[in-house]
């Protein structure tokens, strides 16, 4: 299984590749850091300023008029429905947002079921959004988002004056959400999106309440500068979520980083939730991940203080083997009919039973090397049993 690396990856090569800059804005407050230990670090096009606490990139102006499901998009992809759309990579801008010490948050979602099901919106840490731009006169211009919205026929539609970082998320297969579907700065609910309005916000057309205000947002193709702004308590939000990530050998990540025993995982929770009350873990857990495994990380968890989980399981990427001389039976003459009729098929058989056939030799492999390790095992608890007994057990009469 694919590990969740790609957005912790983006982090450390930013601190690597940081480089010192004045922050723009007002001076900093008293006790704060001299000029010297200012610094902007760059993660692509996206800017960290870890004085101020913000997060900046640049957009484009893409749409003026008509019904919102977002307010930036990444470049050239759902721009018919988004004010602005800009070529910073999402995976960048979750990166900068980590380095200020924010945790991913909770997308919208529902809890219960049937009748007692209630709808439960977007909550983590907390962001302020400002854009600067300059008109045709050349003169600077700043606002917050509110001002570029609207409700239907010129009505106000709800104010928004903070947004919630719910981090979109790193697939199975390693790809960051919010990469593929290109959401980053969203006005309706969507899971994937890395910032979302507090608030329910349906998508469904007879429901969106956001509309372009046109009289207020400049002309397409217009430069804007987006600005992020951690709100104060934001690191410490009760609110947060974390990936648990179990393989089939029974080993567990939090977030890429290893844990190696279970007071491990116990010790983790505990400062996880300390930090964040409410902190919910999701565990994804390979397809040939053993149930024990599963549930002795759960345990662990809740031992320290974890009381939200989302368990998922990812599909084996490899076929299933044989476990039974019965399944091996079906299997094969599974085989001898694909083979028989290999013109109808739109895959080559052989092919495939080639690629299976490399999976048994991995598979082989690994059995070899467990059985020598068990046997190994085997011989170091004989010994440890033997000297113990030799110790612990009295002495026969005439010994």
């Given at each position: 299984?694919?590990?969740?690396a790609m957005?912790?990856?983006?982090?450390?090569?930013?601190?690597?590749?940081?480089?010192?800059?004045?922050p723009?804005?007002k001076?900093p407050?008293?006790?704060?850091p001299?000029a010297?230990?200012?610094?902007?670090v760059?993660?692509?096009?996206?800017?960290v300023d870890?004085?101020q606490?913000?997060?900046?990139?640049d957009a484009?102006?893409?749409?003026?008029?008509?019904?919102?499901?977002?307010f930036?998009?990444?470049w050239?992809?759902?721009?018919?429905e988004?004010?602005l759309?800009?070529?910073?990579?999402p995976e960048?801008?979750h990166?900068?947002?980590?380095?200020?010490?924010?945790?991913?948050?909770?997308?919208?979602?529902?809890?219960g079921q049937?009748e007692g099901?209630?709808?439960?919106?977007p909550?983590?840490?907390e962001?302020?959004?400002?854009?600067?731009w300059?008109?045709?006169n050349?003169r600077?211009?700043r606002?917050?988002?509110?001002e570029?919205?609207?409700?239907a026929?010129?009505?106000k539609?709800r104010h928004?004056d903070k947004?919630?970082f719910v981090g979109s998320?790193?697939?199975p297969?390693?790809r960051?959400?919010?990469s593929l579907?290109g959401?980053?700065?969203?006005?309706?609910?969507?899971?994937?999106?890395?910032?979302?309005?507090?608030?329910?916000?349906s998508?469904?057309n007879?429901?969106?309440?956001?509309?372009?205000?046109t009289?207020?947002i400049?002309?397409?193709g217009?430069?804007?500068?987006?600005v992020?702004s951690a709100?104060?308590?934001?690191?410490k939000a009760?609110?947060?979520?974390?990936?648990?990530e179990?393989?089939p050998f029974?080993?567990v990540r939090?977030?890429?980083?290893p844990?190696?025993t279970?007071?491990?995982?116990?010790?983790?929770?505990?400062k996880?939730?300390?930090?964040?009350?409410?902190?919910m873990v999701?565990i994804?857990?390979a397809g040939?991940?053993?149930?024990?495994d599963?549930?002795?990380a759960?345990?662990?968890?809740?031992?320290?203080?974890v009381?939200?989980?989302d368990?998922?399981r990812?599909?084996?990427?490899t076929a299933?083997?044989?476990?039974?001389?019965?399944?091996?039976r079906?299997?094969?003459?599974?085989?001898?009919?694909?083979f028989?009729?290999?013109?109808?098929?739109?895959?080559d058989?052989?092919?495939?039973?080639?690629?299976?056939?490399?999976q048994m030799?991995?598979?082989?492999?690994?059995?070899e090397?467990?059985k020598?390790?068990l046997?190994e095992y085997?011989?170091h608890?004989?010994?440890?049993l033997k000297?113990y007994?030799?110790?612990?057990?009295p002495?026969r009469?005439?010994?």
């Amino acid at each position: 299984m694919k590990r969740y690396a790609m957005v912790l990856a983006s982090v450390l090569w930013a601190v690597v590749t940081a480089r010192a800059a004045e922050p723009a804005g007002k001076a900093p407050a008293a006790g704060a850091p001299d000029a010297s230990a200012k610094k902007v670090v760059a993660i692509g096009s996206v800017e960290v300023d870890l004085l101020q606490r913000q997060v900046r990139f640049d957009a484009e102006v893409c749409l003026r008029q008509g019904v919102l499901e977002f307010f930036v998009v990444a470049w050239r992809t759902k721009t018919h429905e988004s004010i602005l759309h800009t070529k910073a990579k999402p995976e960048h801008l979750h990166a900068g947002l980590l380095m200020l010490g924010l945790a991913p948050g909770k997308p919208a979602r529902w809890s219960g079921q049937d009748e007692g099901a209630r709808f439960l919106p977007p909550a983590g840490a907390e962001v302020a959004i400002e854009l600067l731009w300059k008109d045709k006169n050349a003169r600077a211009k700043r606002c917050q988002v509110g001002e570029w919205l609207r409700g239907a026929e010129n009505r106000k539609c709800r104010h928004v004056d903070k947004w919630v970082f719910v981090g979109s998320q790193v697939l199975p297969d390693g790809r960051y959400w919010a990469s593929l579907d290109g959401e980053l700065i969203s006005l309706s609910n969507f899971a994937s999106a890395i910032i979302d309005v507090p608030f329910q916000s349906s998508n469904a057309n007879e429901a969106r309440e956001f509309f372009a205000n046109t009289k207020a947002i400049p002309d397409v193709g217009t430069k804007v500068r987006v600005v992020l702004s951690a709100l104060p308590g934001a690191e410490k939000a009760p609110d947060a979520r974390v990936l648990l990530e179990v393989d089939p050998f029974g080993r567990v990540r939090v977030d890429g980083k290893p844990m190696a025993t279970p007071e491990a995982i116990q010790a983790w929770a505990t400062k996880y939730i300390q930090r964040h009350e409410r902190g919910m873990v999701v565990i994804r857990a390979a397809g040939k991940a053993m149930v024990h495994d599963v549930a002795d990380a759960r345990l662990n968890l809740r031992l320290g203080g974890v009381r939200e989980f989302d368990v998922q399981r990812v599909p084996p990427d490899t076929a299933i083997l044989p476990r039974t001389p019965e399944q091996a039976r079906r299997m094969l003459e599974d085989w001898e009919g694909k083979f028989a009729n290999a013109r109808e098929l739109i895959h080559d058989p052989g092919e495939q039973a080639q690629r299976v056939l490399d999976q048994m030799a991995l598979h082989l492999r690994r059995m070899e090397a467990r059985k020598n390790m068990l046997q190994e095992y085997e011989a170091h608890l004989r010994k440890a049993l033997k000297g113990y007994r030799a110790t612990s057990q009295p002495a026969r009469a005439g010994e």
